[in-house]
């Protein structure tokens, strides 16, 4: 009798601290179950998100929805302005002329396309070489020559979308200091490396790559199989990403979901188990009404050497 009375009275000191631990769903409100014993077997059923607990579908819909408009109103950061422009860099280096810099920007003006960096290695003015590694000292950031294909995919934390979007690949991870050195093939984004940080908690430390090596490894990371990553069209309607967003946390039972907006793209990833499921959405873009008239005012606007500031 003795023994018993001690299982049940430690059954119930286990079921009090899951119940302080998980009594509150997070969601002002909430119309979930308030009887203790209802509510215990119901949290077997919630879902974390951002850290925080939601009891029940209708909950942690609303939530996220919420948290996906807070994500999509966050203005783009804009860009620094204290680098020295690329071509600018890249004369005082001695590997290139004022005049070339200028022929350079008046064949990028004509095709509206391409960044200055690319002009550069097309007209034959610069190697890749050089043009990496004045991005490298553009950025303040070291060079890499080259990497491992196979050290690259076992880094597949970030989405695909995201790496082809700002070129960029993951190419080593120390779990001393849980820092990944990610390489890029272009501009150096700040921003994009903070949202990964804050989704992923590590540290990022980027550095330059060459951009036809950074290309080419993610036109072949593209045809390998991805199974644990989603992508989805763009799309507009927050309720419609949240709706999909949860149902797929449910198909999948998952215990924790963390979300970012890295650029034009909300990440969700899902932790089920010891596992994790990407999802990718792209934001829908602009009307084309608005896209023409940004067009039409670059068009309008005359670049100057001074304003290679981009490769």
Same mark, same amino acid.
């Given at each position: 009798?003795?023994?018993?009375?001690?299982?049940?009275?430690?059954?119930?000191?286990?079921?009090?601290?899951?119940?302080?631990?998980?009594?509150?769903? &997070?969601?002002?409100?909430? $119309?979930?179950?308030?009887?203790?014993?209802?509510?215990?077997?119901?949290?077997?059923?919630?879902?974390?998100?951002? &850290?925080?607990?939601?009891?029940?579908?209708?909950?942690?819909?609303? #939530?996220?929805?919420?948290?996906?408009?807070?994500?999509? #109103?966050?203005?783009?950061?804009?860009? *620094?302005?204290?680098?020295?422009?690329?071509?600018?860099?890249?004369?005082?280096?001695?590997?290139?002329?004022?005049?070339?810099?200028?022929?350079?920007?008046?064949? !990028?003006? $004509?095709?509206?396309? &391409?960044?200055?960096?690319?002009?550069?290695?097309?007209?034959?003015?610069?190697?890749?070489?050089?043009?990496?590694?004045?991005?490298?000292?553009?950025?303040?950031? *070291?060079?890499? $020559?080259?990497?491992?294909?196979? #050290?690259?995919?076992?880094?597949?934390?970030?989405?695909?979308? +995201?790496?082809?979007?700002?070129?960029?690949?993951?190419?080593?991870?120390?779990?001393?200091?849980?820092?990944?050195?990610?390489?890029?093939? !272009?501009?150096?984004?700040?921003?994009?490396?903070?949202?990964?940080?804050?989704?992923?908690?590590?540290?990022?430390?980027?550095?330059?790559?060459?951009?036809?090596?950074? #290309?080419?490894?993610?036109?072949?990371?593209?045809?390998?199989?991805?199974?644990?990553?989603?992508?989805?069209?763009?799309?507009?309607?927050?309720?419609? +990403?949240?709706?999909?967003?949860?149902?797929?946390?449910?198909?999948?039972?998952?215990?924790?979901?963390?979300?970012?907006?890295?650029?034009?793209?909300?990440?969700?990833?899902?932790?089920?188990?010891?596992?994790?499921?990407?999802?990718?959405?792209?934001?829908?873009?602009?009307? *084309?009404?608005? !896209?023409?008239? !940004?067009?039409?005012?670059?068009?309008?606007?005359? +670049?100057?050497?001074?304003?290679?500031?981009?490769?």
């Amino acid at each position: 009798m003795r023994r018993l009375l001690k299982v049940v009275t430690w059954l119930d000191r286990w079921i009090k601290h899951l119940e302080d631990k998980r009594s509150e769903c &997070g969601l002002p409100g909430c $119309s979930g179950p308030k009887n203790p014993w209802s509510r215990f077997v119901h949290h077997r059923s919630g879902t974390y998100l951002q &850290g925080v607990f939601y009891c029940q579908r209708q909950c942690l819909e609303t #939530a996220l929805t919420a948290q996906l408009a807070r994500l999509h #109103a966050i203005a783009p950061p804009a860009r *620094p302005s204290n680098r020295i422009p690329l071509g600018l860099l890249m004369v005082a280096r001695g590997w290139l002329t004022h005049e070339q810099v200028v022929t350079a920007l008046a064949a !990028q003006q $004509s095709a509206h396309s &391409g960044q200055i960096g690319e002009w550069f290695e097309k007209l034959g003015f610069a190697t890749e070489q050089q043009v990496t590694s004045a991005l490298g000292l553009q950025w303040g950031c *070291p060079v890499t $020559s080259s990497f491992d294909s196979a #050290a690259v995919a076992a880094l597949g934390r970030i989405p695909l979308g +995201i790496m082809e979007a700002f070129q960029m690949l993951p190419l080593h991870f120390v779990s001393a200091t849980n820092t990944i050195y990610v390489a890029f093939g !272009q501009r150096v984004d700040h921003a994009a490396l903070y949202a990964i940080e804050k989704l992923l908690d590590w540290r990022t430390q980027p550095c330059v790559a060459g951009r036809k090596i950074v #290309a080419e490894e993610l036109v072949r990371m593209r045809q390998q199989p991805r199974p644990r990553e989603l992508e989805f069209g763009p799309m507009r309607d927050f309720a419609e +990403i949240g709706r999909v967003s949860v149902s797929y946390m449910l198909r999948l039972g998952a215990d924790e979901a963390r979300l970012a907006r890295v650029g034009p793209f909300i990440w969700l990833r899902l932790r089920v188990q010891s596992a994790h499921t990407d999802l990718l959405f792209r934001l829908g873009l602009e009307s *084309p009404r608005v !896209q023409n008239l !940004q067009r039409l005012s670059l068009r309008a606007v005359p +670049i100057s050497a001074s304003e290679a500031v981009n490769m």
